[in-house]
């Protein structure tokens, strides 16, 4: 057995791997040994069966599998070995030689590597990023409790239409003279919400009617959405682009959303028992609630800024042509068709994914360099702020702290999301190192104009 290394430059290289008669003779006869044991076969007693007919049988197959599990082994261990930082995985060097198997006895195989470029980050106060905190306006707070609280309220039967009532009524195709037109479309029991009634005249036609009244309009003027008409007419889509004309609709009942009472009873049920006893102290509340979602906002954004100010400030080379040859080995061997990506896909993708890649190598610099580690407690954490956002989304803000645990817990379990969450783990305290490297300049900004840096 003999392995060598040439480089090529200074990020890519190619290793050789020799394999002797000697290196896998034993191997593959104790394979073939231990087939013959097991080996039942017709015409034979149990682990009787010839060896050389079990050579004959196997004897390939079984060669060209112990010589690829020597090689593999052999090269992991001399990357292990040597401490070489590749990136991607190493490939068949495109000069290889063919390998007969049937005639040869010794073996040359060579991979290409790409090789990690040294990388060293130095920060200092010099260097300057803004900090974006998001104004909190009333407009957001009452915003927020209205969100909040929805799920609480309640659909009424009321007296007359509004401006935001959801009717239901039967609608029929009508002429001029109001008449129903014969063999026209019909449907009973449809519902109609005059929030979403674009026409302002139309509109004006249902206000202030009540059940039993009748309304005469020009359904496309009112809905011009081929969505919406096939919704009230109980049509399809297609059908509906169709459809023009009057309609009369005749209303049953008129319902609207009533907010909840803002009392205790709600107010538990939202923050817990006991922890808000007032509007004012729901507004306190759901203002500190709002301080922490925004705030992970603006970590975000200065995770980002902070990414591109390094990209830029640290021109990284790469092996590109090792590495888009990768990408598509990799896209080929993929076992599922709708898993894999074209080759337009992969052009247009590789630039990001360089840079991906380049973000990685300085925040793997930060991290050795710094000693930042994940630990137990920071992954659980991570876990139950996880756990915590996942929760508000559906507006449960009041869970215990035991049951936010629990939920972490199992989600640790599974390997995939611990790796994902250990990941976010250090990307947290290497953004935080950035942060105490830099001088960071506080900048308060409207809702807007934070969403409007996104759109570059």
């Keep these: 057995m003999n392995i060598s290394r040439e480089n090529i430059d200074e990020l890519n290289a190619v290793i050789k791997i020799s394999v002797e008669k000697e290196d896998y003779e034993k191997r593959v006869a104790d394979v073939l040994k231990s087939y013959q044991k097991k080996a039942n076969m017709p015409g034979f007693r149990p682990g009787k069966v010839p060896a050389g007919l079990i050579k004959k049988m196997y004897g390939n197959a079984v060669l060209v599998d112990e010589i690829n599990k020597i090689v593999s082994e052999n090269l992991s261990s001399y990357l292990s070995e040597n401490d070489l930082n590749v990136l991607g995985e190493p490939l068949p060097n495109e000069s290889q030689e063919p390998v007969d198997f049937d005639s040869q006895e010794n073996f040359e195989f060579s991979f290409d590597i790409a090789l990690s470029p040294d990388v060293e980050v130095k920060l200092t ?7 974006y905190k998001i104004e909190i306006t009333d407009e957001m707070i009452d915003g927020h409790i209205k969100t909040l ?3 609480f309220g309640k659909s009424e039967v009321v007296e007359q239409a509004g401006e935001e009532s959801m009717i239901k009524g039967d609608i029929v195709e009508v002429d001029t003279d109001g008449n129903e037109v014969e063999g026209g479309i019909r449907a009973e029991d449809s519902v109609i919400s005059t929030t979403v009634i674009k026409d302002d005249s139309e509109k004006e036609k249902i206000a202030g009617k009540k059940s039993g009244d009748s309304v005469i309009f020009d359904l496309r003027k009112a809905f011009p959405n081929d969505t919406e008409i096939s919704y009230i007419l109980k049509i399809t889509k297609e059908q509906a682009a169709e459809v023009n004309g009057i309609y009369k609709f005749t209303i049953k009942e ?4 009533q907010d909840p009472e803002l009392n205790q009873e709600l107010f538990d049920q939202l923050f817990g028992p006991g922890n808000v006893t007032s509007e004012d102290e729901m507004k306190v509340k759901v203002k500190e609630d709002l301080e922490k979602t925004f705030e992970m906002e603006s970590e975000y954004r200065f995770a980002t800024d902070a990414r591109e100010k390094l990209l830029k400030k640290m021109d990284i080379p790469l092996p590109e042509e090792f590495l888009k040859r990768w990408v598509r080995v990799n896209n080929k061997n993929k076992e599922k068709e709708e898993e894999k990506v074209s080759e337009e896909q992969i052009e247009n993708e590789f630039p990001s994914m360089l840079d991906d890649l380049r973000w990685q ?3 793997n610099y930060i991290a050795k360099a710094n ?7 920071d992954l659980k954490e991570f876990a139950k702020k996880s756990a915590k956002v996942q929760f508000m989304q559906y507006g449960l803000t009041n869970l215990p702290d035991e049951h936010l645990e629990n939920y972490a817990n199992e989600m640790l379990k599974n390997q995939d999301q611990a790796r994902r969450m250990a990941e976010g783990v250090i990307n947290e305290k290497v953004t935080e190192f950035i942060k105490d490297s830099i001088k960071v300049e506080e900048k308060e900004v409207s809702r807007e104009e934070f969403n409007k840096l996104f759109d570059k």
Excluded: W
């Design 371 to 377: 000693d930042i580690k994940v630990e137990e407690a």
């Design 361 to 363: 190598l300085i925040k």
């Design 125 to 131: 106060k010099r260097e300057k990023l803004p900090f």
């Design 254 to 257: 008129i319902t609207e959303y």
């Design 149 to 151: 609280t929805s799920r």
